[in-house]
């Protein structure tokens, strides 16, 4: 299998760190296995005999990277030319115009090319598009990083859920916020405060309004509604509130009252995003940076998830992926 890296930021840097810990054992699976071609804002390196991730794990630099020239061109000049069996599509979410993944995926699966992604913004303005290229061109698009982190929620729906419906999905979907309003909660810090100490822990969007505005999770709403409950929203659909409006006094009147106040996501007849009161004890009641996610089936009843949400944990998503793309590509040969 020859995988092309388009995206070489935080993300991208540890799934090369996280492929080289598990190298031995992908070479087992698939003896070819190489990464031929990873892509930044400003060109890329490629080598058809493969990437060697260890020296590049070392430096974290393409331009630096001694075995192979670093191309001054796009990453769609790149995958125009040269073929992959896999594709991780890791560029900036963009909701405005999905640039430039949303170009990436569509030219990746139009070629033939499987796509795994961490990249809200093409799923969130084109779910039903893609998913139809992936089918017509018999590509997987595979997109557990998405959504909630290293938490499997795809995975769970589509291998572990097959016989039952999901009726409703409702969670935590954005750790900087639960960030936030944890720490107003437990240690009685203001919003400002509280807003500036993720912005330093490099918690918040490059813009963060998209966290505390509701926005991000309600990309995460519609990508859950259209994947699992077979929708077709759009980010208008949500009706979203954010947290700006949760002062002291709000916190304080909740906690009296055996309540958290948490920023949920809800999928159901109607897809919202708003600050809600949670009893303590219930299981989506998690705090810091966890995300949690809820499904009620019509058959098992209520099925909870908790995990990182954000960080090098979402290496554990891409990484899932791409063993079910290894798996797929073992059944076609």
């Not at 995206?7 to 296995?33: A, C, H, M, Q, S």
């Not at 959504?147 to 572990?160: D, H, K, Q």
């Not at 409703?168 to 720490?183: E, F, K, V």
Request: proline share 3%.
């Amino acid at each position: 299998m020859d995988v092309a890296i388009l995206g070489f930021g935080f993300l991208g840097k540890n799934l090369v760190k996280y492929l080289t810990i598990r190298w031995d054992e992908l070479k087992r699976i698939d003896p070819n296995f190489k990464v031929t071609a990873i892509a930044n804002s400003k060109g890329y390196i490629y080598d058809s005999n493969g990437i060697d991730l260890f020296q590049l794990s070392e430096t974290q630099d393409l331009t630096s990277y001694s075995k192979a020239p670093f191309c001054f061109e796009q990453a769609a000049t790149l995958i125009e030319r040269e073929f992959f069996d896999c594709v991780f599509e890791l560029t900036p979410t963009n909701v405005k115009n999905g640039e430039p993944g949303l170009s990436h995926i569509r030219k990746s699966l139009s070629r033939g090319m499987n796509v795994i992604t961490a990249n809200k913004g093409p799923l969130v303005l084109a779910y039903n598009e893609l998913v139809s290229l992936a089918k017509t061109s018999d590509c997987l698009l595979l997109f557990e990083a998405t959504v909630a982190g290293a938490v499997p929620v795809f995975s769970l729906v589509r291998e572990s859920l097959q016989g039952d419906k999901v009726i409703r999905i409702q969670g935590i979907l954005n750790g900087t916020t639960n960030y936030i309003l944890s720490r107003m909660y437990y240690e009685g810090v203001s919003f400002d405060i509280a807003l500036r100490e993720a912005q330093e822990k490099g918690l918040t969007e490059r813009d963060f309004a998209y966290d505390i505005d509701g926005i991000d999770a309600a990309c995460k709403v519609v990508i859950l509604a259209n994947a699992i409950m077979g929708r077709k929203a759009v980010l208008s659909d949500v009706k979203i509130s954010g947290i700006r409006g949760i002062n002291e006094e709000a916190i304080s009147l909740a906690k009296k009252s055996g309540y958290a106040i948490k920023l949920i996501g809800e999928v159901e007849k109607d897809l919202r995003v708003s600050p809600r009161l949670v009893p303590l004890n219930h299981p989506l009641c998690v705090n810091g940076t966890l995300n949690s996610v809820q499904f009620i089936c019509d058959i098992a009843g209520e099925i909870t998830l908790v995990g990182h949400g954000s960080g090098k944990e979402t290496v554990s998503a891409l990484l899932n992926d791409l063993y079910t793309t290894l798996r797929a590509q073992a059944i076609k040969s």
